[in-house]
């Protein structure tokens, strides 16, 4: 099983301002995951079932992670933000997953219930762009990204 770290548009733009780089640097599409809990967010690319992640290293590692942390933590997307936890029926409990290979800091859950406000209003908005591509014709990566970009700065008022 290959895992990625999942971005929203919203997450693009912080990446993309803050390390310079272009959103085709450090996106990447993977398969859907069979076992993935929001289906909202399964984007059709190539016509295929996708979803837009992280690209990563060797090993499955992300790009973003030095031997120091998280290379662009005040940018960090929303995903890693509530990492290594997540909410389920309004309650903070821990993630299934380990893709992120830092240390965390586990005492104080109290700051991720505030960054999943957040993660949610932006990935409700970005579900709502998934589905509008999603019923349009469709079309690459590159094409997906401009779409949803579009939106994202609207959104932002940019
Ligand atoms: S928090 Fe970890 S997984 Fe997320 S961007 Fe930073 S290094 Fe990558």
Request: with cysteine; aromatic share 12%; proline share 6%.
């Amino acid at each position: 099983m290959i895992y990625g770290v999942c971005v929203t548009p919203f997450d693009i733009l912080r990446i993309a301002e803050a390390t310079g780089k272009r959103p085709s640097d450090f996106l990447a599409v993977l398969p859907e995951y069979p076992e993935i809990e929001r289906k909202e967010s399964i984007v059709v690319i190539d016509g295929r079932r996708s979803m837009l992640v992280l690209k990563w290293r060797r090993g499955f590692v992300c790009p973003f992670y030095k031997s120091d942390g998280c290379s662009i933590y005040d940018a960090r997307p929303m995903v890693c933000r509530m990492y290594p936890f997540r909410v389920k029926d309004g309650k903070v409990v821990d993630a299934e997953s380990r893709v992120c290979p830092s240390c965390w800091k586990l005492e104080d859950k109290a700051p991720y219930l505030a960054e999943h406000r957040s993660s949610e209003a932006e990935f409700a908005a970005y579900c709502r762009m998934v589905a509008e591509w999603n019923q349009g014709p469709g079309g690459s990566l590159d094409e997906f990204i401009s779409f949803v970009l579009e939106k994202a700065k609207a959104a932002h008022g940019r």
